[in-house]
């Protein structure tokens, strides 16, 4: 079974599906809350959009070719959906699943029918930036609820982001280590103190592994700078957002 999954997980059309799909996923995370409308047409526009913007971006980026036929066979099923939902046959809940449904083959005709077309990267400057910001931009998404909801994790979770710098240390291993026992002190104290104090402490400890981040992102040590930078942003939003309550 190795050997029939992993080539095809190597397959560039896999691969720029995969990068759609996430793209997609960022957008509805980041751009979808920014506009609830309550007619269903404007909702399903809205929905269309915010998944074909980011991923229209990422494809210039990445010089995929067909653009417009991939946003087409984004926007195109909802426009189907819409019909019956005019003729009062289907619900406002069924156009927004089908127009998800029936978006995914639509999808993959366009990237099969074409066969994954690759250009020339996109040399614009603001392209450029925001594309190779994706980690920052991932962990945005994955974060953008805590503004609305802010989670305090537990303090062994600390731990447990510094032992991937433990698990992956290709430099440094003693300096790790170091950091680690600082975490772990910051975790008795976690426990030692009240509950509200304890809140503060977490926060303080997630906002200073946002900076430990930096410092790898920065020198390009002992893990990927994507890593780096995506779990630094992640770290910082969890800070920040449980500060917010705090005070």
């Known amino acids: 079974m190795t050997t029939t999954v992993m080539p095809a997980l190597r397959s560039p059309v896999v691969r720029h599906g995969a990068e759609m799909l996430v793209a997609m996923l960022v957008g509805m995370a980041l751009l979808g809350p920014l506009w609830t409308p309550e007619r269903v047409e404007l909702a399903a526009l809205w929905m269309a959009a915010s998944m074909s913007v980011p991923m229209a971006l990422w494809m210039r980026y990445r010089g995929h070719g067909r653009i417009v ?3 087409a066979a984004m926007v195109v099923p ?3 959906v819409l019909v019956p939902y005019w003729a009062g046959l289907v619900s406002a809940d069924v156009v927004e699943m089908g127009g998800h449904l029936l978006m995914l083959p639509a999808m993959a005709f366009v990237l099969v029918r074409y066969r994954h077309e690759h250009g020339t990267p996109s040399a614009n400057p603001v392209i450029r930036f925001l594309g190779d910001r994706w980690p920052s931009v991932l962990s945005l998404a994955i974060t953008i609820d805590f ?7 537990p303090v ?5 982001c510094q032992a991937a710098y433990l698990f992956f240390a290709r430099r440094a291993p ?3 280590l170091v950091v680690f026992g600082l975490f772990l002190l910051l975790g008795a104290a976690v426990l030692a103190v009240s509950p509200h104090t304890g809140v503060l402490l977490i926060a303080l400890g997630w ?6 981040d930096l ?3 920065v ?3 002992v893990v990927p700078r994507w890593w780096a930078e995506g779990c630094g942003v992640f770290d910082l939003v969890i800070a920040v957002t449980i500060l917010t309550v705090w005070f």
């Open 147 to 153: 503004w609305a909801s802010p989670v305090v994790p």
């Open 69 to 71: 036929e991939m946003c």
């Open 219 to 221: 020198r390009d040590a």
């Open 78 to 80: 909802y426009a189907v």
């Open 207 to 212: 906002a200073a592994h946002a900076l430990w």
């Open 174 to 176: 003693r300096v790790q």
């Open 156 to 160: 062994w979770t600390l731990l447990l």
């Open 215 to 217: 410092v790898h992102h």
